[in-house]
Every structure is written in structure tokens, then in C-alpha cells.
């Protein structure tokens, strides 16, 4: 049959939308990849370091972020630098001059906001968004800093930004460090929840079986754990019920699954 050249002319103005909509979509599914790093360093006995929280490629756009991260103060001592705005990450100050920024150091836990007030601006990474600067214990160990699951989120114009993999880094103080597993550096393991939103219970499908110990939590928009879950194979049901039996009311929910210290954070819905 004969196509008119407008026809072709729309056909091909079609295919055009076609795919800068598929474009558009690839860039919405990508998601936040952010690593603590490096993910593994050697330093000697007592001596000052730098850890970076770092956005390691290129994904969805954002324009915050919260994260806690967790070390043992036995090992490692926070020295915050003064001002504190001086922790905020060269992509945070290169994308904007005003930001709402709050730190707060805790026992072996710091809490971290940073959010652009500049009207329309987003960013991506690569980029750093954030360090911390810490003393060694002068006792030879091997120790860990971590993203707290459930934690870390980013945000774009109000909105969660999902998903979010973490990769946490390992200090050998004194001592070599002996990596943070086997998982691609570019990102977590990766999982997916069907239907989504859901009625009722959640199917969640792994890429790969487990390697080793691994869990899958959901938890509140708060933060706040709903249930903890073992990870035995490739599919994992969650019934939509907490860690008492009760049914969890409608909302929507985080789920992150941990494998060999990283993390993979998705956003998940409860319709009932």
C-alpha cells in the first residue's frame, strides 16, 4: 500500500516522539547510584582521613538529599570541619550558591540534609556530594563505614527519586582492607516489585540467587522498619503485613535489599 508523504511525514515525526519519550523514561528509570569512597583505603595507625559520599555515573536527576551513615566510634572519630558547610560536595556548591544544609553528628551515627534553594535546578553525577574527615583509632583493625538502610534518599522538586544503590567502604587501619564483596562497583543488586502498586501482597524478583547472607527490609517513608525479610532465592513474596502479623495501612513504602555492603532502594505502594 502507498503511503502519502505526509503519512510518512507524520510516521516519521511519530518515531521522533517515540523515542525521546523512551529516552525520557530511561532517564526516569535510572535512578541514583552512591558509593562512600574510596570503597576500600589503608591508613596508618591514629591518622586523619577523608571519606567522599559520591554519585557515581550519571542518572536521574535530584535536587537533595538525605543520608546517615554509621561507623564504630571505637574505630574511628568524627572531626567535623568548621564551618560545616565545608562538608558539602563540589556538585552540591557547583550547582547552586543557597542551600538548606543540616548536619548532625551523632555516637557513631551522623545525619546528613542537603537540599538546592536555587528555583529549577537539579543535577546528576558524576560528582561528589558530600565527605567527612575522620581520625583513626591507633588500635590495627579492619573496620566499616555504612550507608543506614532506609536512610539514604533523594529527592527532585519534592519528589523520591528511586532507585537508590549504595556501596559502603571498608578502613584498614594498620591493616589491608579486604574489599566490600563481589558486586559490580557501578551499582547494587538489583530487584524488582510486582504489581506495583499493590492490594495486597508484593512479589519481589531478584537478577541473580543470593551469594551469602542477604535481607530485604521494608520500611516507612519515616524510615521507620516494617519488616525484615531472608532472602532464599530468586522471588521473595512480602504479604503486606509488618513484623507482628498486622496488615500495614495504604502509603507508599520503601524496600531495600542488602547483599556483600551494598544496597538497593526501591519505592513500592500498598493499595488495599
Not at 555516637?107 to 535546578?121: F, H, K, Q
Request: glycine content about 12%; proline content about 6%.
Amino acid at each position: 500500500m502507498r503511503r502519502s508523504p505526509g503519512a510518512c511525514m507524520a510516521g516519521v515525526l511519530c518515531a521522533l516522539v517515540l523515542a525521546s519519550w523512551l529516552d525520557a523514561g530511561a532517564i526516569a528509570m535510572a535512578g541514583v547510584t552512591v558509593a562512600l569512597n574510596p570503597p576500600t583505603q589503608s591508613v596508618a595507625p591514629g591518622a586523619e582521613f577523608d571519606l567522599e559520599l559520591r554519585v557515581t555515573q550519571a542518572g536521574s536527576t535530584f535536587n537533595g538529599f538525605d543520608a546517615m551513615v554509621s561507623y564504630d566510634p571505637a574505630a574511628l572519630t568524627l572531626l567535623t570541619l568548621s564551618p560545616v558547610s565545608l562538608q558539602q560536595g563540589t556538585l552540591i556548591t557547583n550547582a547552586c550558591g543557597s542551600t538548606f544544609h543540616r548536619f548532625h553528628a551523632g555516637a557513631g551515627v551522623d545525619t546528613v540534609t542537603d537540599i538546592l534553594l536555587c528555583n529549577g535546578v537539579s543535577m546528576t553525577g558524576p560528582g561528589q556530594i558530600y565527605h567527612l574527615h575522620f581520625k583513626a583509632s591507633t588500635t590495627p583493625q579492619l573496620t566499616v563505614v555504612r550507608f543506614v538502610p532506609g536512610k539514604l534518599k533523594f529527592y527532585d522538586s519534592g519528589l523520591f527519586v528511586t532507585p537508590v544503590s549504595s556501596t559502603d567502604a571498608q578502613v584498614g587501619i594498620g591493616v589491608a582492607p579486604t574489599g566490600v564483596g563481589d558486586l559490580p562497583a557501578a551499582g547494587g543488586p538489583r530487584f524488582a516489585a510486582a504489581p506495583n502498586p499493590s492490594h495486597d501482597r508484593i512479589v519481589f524478583t531478584m537478577d541473580r540467587g543470593p551469594t551469602g547472607a542477604e535481607t530485604l527490609s521494608v520500611r516507612d517513608v519515616q524510615g521507620r522498619l516494617i519488616r525484615r525479610l531472608a532472602v532464599t532465592g530468586r522471588q521473595l513474596i512480602w504479604d503486606g503485613r509488618g513484623e507482628h502479623g498486622e496488615m500495614v495501612p495504604n502509603g507508599a513504602y520503601f524496600a531495600t535489599l542488602e547483599a556483600g555492603g551494598r544496597s538497593t532502594t526501591i519505592r513500592l505502594s500498598l493499595v488495599h
